[in-house]
């Protein structure tokens, strides 16, 4: 099993390559790393966005990330897993958010990685404000990311 910490609340930002080969280390059972990276986009919902002010709830927020993360290794027997999220006040284009996971086989490691990200979009307390040319708005939780998690056998009911 990897010693690499599995979850990283932070400001700054991360190299993917880095966050990687710490997750992997030597571990020679690895077969596959799969990895997702989100980044601010300069548009949502019809609107520019010029930046976005994420905010979360230090201990409850890893809490939380570390059970999906054990989810996921019960669900798909993946050798380890590491999530990323930023948090403060971030420009079109940074980085957001990384997930990555290794395992024995591709398939797992897929199938990982989207498990983890389904449900870091829809249970993980973050709060997402935009800023953009109508004033500043909370991002909505959004019903194609409850059918997304609904797949795995999760139902989430934080759409509105």
């Known amino acids: 099993m990897s010693q690499a910490p599995r979850v990283s609340i932070q400001t700054h930002d991360f190299d993917l390559s880095a966050e ?3 997750l992997r280390g030597n571990d020679t059972r690895v077969g596959a790393v ?3 990276v989100g980044t601010v986009r300069d548009r949502n919902d019809g609107s520019a966005v010029a930046s976005m002010e994420l905010e979360h709830y230090p ?3 890893e809490k939380a990330i570390e059970a999906m993360i054990d989810e996921a290794q019960r669900r798909f027997g993946i050798l380890g897993a590491r999530v990323v999220h930023r948090v403060g006040l971030l420009q079109p284009l940074d980085q957001i958010m990384m997930v990555a996971v290794i395992a024995a086989h591709r398939g797992q490691s897929f199938e990982a990685c989207e498990f983890l990200m389904d449900y870091l979009k ?3 307390p973050f709060w997402k404000k935009e800023q953009t040319p109508e004033g500043a708005r909370w991002v909505d939780a959004r019903v194609a990311d409850d059918k997304a998690l609904a797949r795995w056998g999760i139902e989430a009911g ?3």
């Open 20 to 22: 990687l080969a710490a």
């Open 59 to 61: 201990g409850m927020t």
């Open 158 to 160: 934080n759409a509105r």
């Open 122 to 124: 829809t249970q993980a």
């Open 34 to 36: 799969c990895s997702f």
